[in-house]
């Protein structure tokens, strides 16, 4: 799909705030609303929008730790990674699992309520999935959100 300037500076203003109304967006963009909400169905429709995410502040939640676990399995036959993945998914503590390509099989981003917590969900949950080898964890100290190249 072709995108021009203003399909870019709208791609953006929705990445910073998904919320804001087709008659905001066009005023920061000096479009009609109208306008704006074509330019969103035609994103929506070629699958270059493909969702609102709600983000949750999970420090304001009680969850005062996050961390980036990298996985490598045991064993990596097809069924030890639907077996992995799919127990991994179970896990409420677990955000994100990513199948990646490197010196781990995967990485996961695990939030907890501080380290004890952490080493409970590592020791009793991630330690003991089917496939699961060696773990390295890397604590996360502060995070910037950036909307991405466009």
């Known amino acids: 799909m072709e995108l ?8 953006t203003a929705l990445a910073r705030d998904a919320s804001l109304t087709t008659g905001a967006l066009g005023r920061r963009l ?5 306008a704006t909400w074509r330019r969103i169905q035609r994103l929506r429709e070629g699958g270059v929008l493909a969702g609102q995410r709600l983000r949750l502040d999970a420090e304001k939640l009680g969850f005062g730790v996050t961390v980036f676990l990298g996985v490598k399995l045991a064993r990596k036959a097809q069924a030890g990674l639907e077996d992995f993945e799919r127990a991994v998914t179970a896990i409420p503590e677990v955000q994100t699992v990513e199948h990646v390509l490197g010196l781990y099989d995967y990485r996961l981003r695990v939030v907890a309520r501080d380290l004890a917590d952490f080493e409970r969900v590592l020791r009793r949950r991630i330690m003991t999935l089917p496939g699961a080898g060696e773990v390295e964890a890397n604590v996360l100290l ?4 950036r909307p991405g190249p466009l």
Request: hydrophobic share 35%; charged share 35%; net charge negative.
């Open 142 to 145: 502060s995070e910037e959100l």
């Open 4 to 11: 021009d300037e203003i399909d870019r500076a709208l791609l």
């Open 30 to 34: 000096g479009l009609s609303q109208p």
